[in-house]
């Protein structure tokens, strides 16, 4: 092995962002990383380990690095006392599978050290403590158009358990008007944060919840944020969707749709011009809602796992 793996310091800055910014240069819903953007984004947080940042150098040039973490599920229906191990971040060159490989290995082997038997890859499963709203909007998973990345992790034994598909538009101008049903209100305010891992997985950004009642009642919800580092790559800000739903019995009257054209409305007064959000790749009902307005395809994306319970099974 001609490079050698070492701990994250504040040396290897410069090179993590250089190797992030030139390998991310194709993809307009990443956004340039800078040094004070990953000590903002990554080092302060309170659940920042840098044992699970390894780096890989050659020649004192970074040709590589990983991301791995044990940290609290960041959004409301998780447990702030449960910290979950997982690899949130990978980077390296196409040409370099090698390199993958073993900063995948070495990752794996650093999560294993906190004794769950679980492990996540580029997943939603348990929200996102890092690089939300830089990477893809307010989701940070793995594009299956990074297929060198897809790659590490298939050889690293990450078997893919979640698949989404991420939709974008440009807001040429502001949609037009659909108010919501008869006896419907619509109410936006800043979003409640349930506890302190997701108010910090939100640092530096200012989440919006548009919210329908009738009554009294909370019939649906969507919930949006404004990502102003993305007019680096797209030329202005872009709006994220990060969550949407309307009660089952209160489906197919046009409550969704009514939401999603009042914080599209709102994100273009705030300067937006494009729009983005990502869904299940199974949740058809919600894709046609967003292509009502818009929204195509734009990538796949893939979260992973790796269970080691089941290799203790097949021992």
């Not at 991310?24 to 990443?30: D, K, L, M, R, V």
């Not at 390199?99 to 939603?124: C, P």
């Not at 594009?143 to 893919?160: D, I, R």
């Not at 619509?186 to 997701?198: D, G, Y």
Request: hydrophobic share 40%; glycine share 8%; net charge neutral.
């Amino acid at each position: 092995m001609g490079f050698r793996i070492e701990t994250y310091a504040r040396q290897h800055l410069e090179g993590i962002t250089s190797l992030y910014n030139a390998e991310t240069a194709s993809e307009p819903y990443i956004a340039p990383l800078t040094p004070e953007r990953l000590i903002q984004y990554v080092e302060r947080k309170t659940y920042f380990d840098p044992a699970g940042l390894l780096v890989a150098i050659e020649s004192s040039t970074v040709i590589g690095w990983v991301h791995a973490c044990v940290a609290p599920g960041s959004e409301p229906r998780h447990d702030p006392g449960e910290p979950v191990a997982r690899i949130r971040m990978l980077i390296y060159p196409a040409s370099r599978l090698e390199v993958g490989r073993v900063l995948v290995s070495e990752a794996t082997d650093w999560l294993r050290r906190s004794g769950q038997k679980v492990l996540l890859a580029m997943h939603s499963q348990a929200g996102y403590p890092f690089y939300r709203g830089l990477w893809l909007g307010s989701e940070p998973k793995c594009p299956a158009t990074m297929a060198h990345l897809q790659l590490a992790l298939e050889v690293g034994g990450y078997k893919t358990t979640l698949e989404s598909a991420v939709m974008a538009t440009e807001i040429a101008a502001a949609p037009g008007a659909i108010p919501p049903p008869r006896g419907i209100e619509l109410i936006e305010a800043p979003a409640e944060m349930a506890h302190e891992p997701m108010r910090e997985s939100w640092d530096g950004f200012e989440p919006i919840r548009v919210r329908a009642y009738s009554g009294g009642q909370e019939l649906g919800s969507l919930g949006w944020v404004l990502l102003p580092q993305l007019a680096e790559r797209l030329g202005a800000p872009c709006m994220s969707i990060w969550s949407m739903g309307v009660k089952a019995e209160h489906r197919r009257r046009g409550i969704a749709t009514a939401m999603l054209v009042r914080a599209m409305s709102q994100a273009r007064s705030q300067g937006a011009r494009f729009a983005l959000v990502s869904t299940q790749l199974w949740n058809a009902p919600a894709h046609a809602t967003y292509a009502k307005l818009g929204f195509t395809p734009y990538c796949v994306t893939v979260g992973r796992t790796l269970d080691l319970w089941a290799g203790e099974r097949d021992t």
